[in-house]
T-cell receptor
């Protein structure tokens, strides 16, 4: 079992729709969870961090965390073509002392104009 | 705050040559991470520094790889006797570990530089 798992996609949504990206993780003691956006040929850009169960909203982005289910998701409302990118889920497992970040392979998102 | 910078942005080398990459983190950040990313994969952890101390190295980091952060500021990653399998994007990330002094230890946001794309022919 991979430590951080994501559906590789591609996920295709029409412009203006809600894009839902999902991630599961294996280390139950994990405390920190992140979503990064990565455009082709570029480096990852941090867009959301979440530490507590529930929802965290920032503009069009909402991160959702369910530690009991070991599940993290990212919702993108009013999706725009400029949101087309790979979205990386990242987790700091407890066994690493919380300092090392493990990344999923990413989900490719296409937003059709 | 000029963000994390990396140099060079691209490097093409022949198999067997040595290469060195540099990373300049955000100035007040005390932690620095190196990752490697290949096509279709997420970044893979290589090593990290807290100030000048190298605290952890991945098993991915063979004896051909060495990293330093001599003054606790910039860092270098050297690959000796490069192999075609070393071709990848090498990413540096910066973190302000001091945030833990003010809040929960779980605040571990990392900020990436633009990366160095290495091609070994």
């Amino acid at each position: 079992q991979k430590e951080v798992e994501q559906n590789s996609g591609p996920l295709s949504v029409p412009e203006g729709a809600i894009a839902s990206l999902n991630c599961t993780y294996s280390d139950r003691g994990s405390q920190s969870f992140f979503w990064y956006r990565q455009y082709s040929g570029k480096s990852p850009e941090l867009i959301m961090s979440i530490y507590s169960n529930g929802d965290k909203e920032d503009g069009r982005f909402t991160a959702q965390l369910n530690k009991a289910s070991q599940y993290v998701s990212l919702l993108i409302r009013d999706s725009q073509p400029s949101d087309s990118a790979t979205y990386l889920c990242a987790v700091n497992p407890y066994y690493t002392g919380g300092f090392k970040t493990i990344f999923g392979a990413g989900t490719r998102l296409f937003v059709k104009a | 705050d000029t963000g994390v910078s990396q140099d060079p942005r691209h490097k093409i080398t022949k198999r067997g040559q040595n290469v060195t990459f540099r990373c300049d983190p955000i100035s007040e950040h005390n932690r620095l991470y190196w990752y490697r990313q290949t096509l279709g994969q997420g970044p893979e952890f290589l090593t990290y520094f807290q100030n000048e101390a190298q605290l952890e190295k991945s098993r991915l980091l063979s004896d051909r790889f060495s990293a330093e952060r001599p003054k606790g500021s910039f860092s270098t990653l050297e690959i000796q006797r490069t192999e075609q399998g070393d071709s990848a994007m090498y990413l540096c990330a910066s973190q302000d570990g001091r945030r833990e002094l003010a809040g929960p230890r779980s605040y571990n946001e990392q900020f990436f530089g633009p990366g160095t794309r290495l091609t070994v022919l």
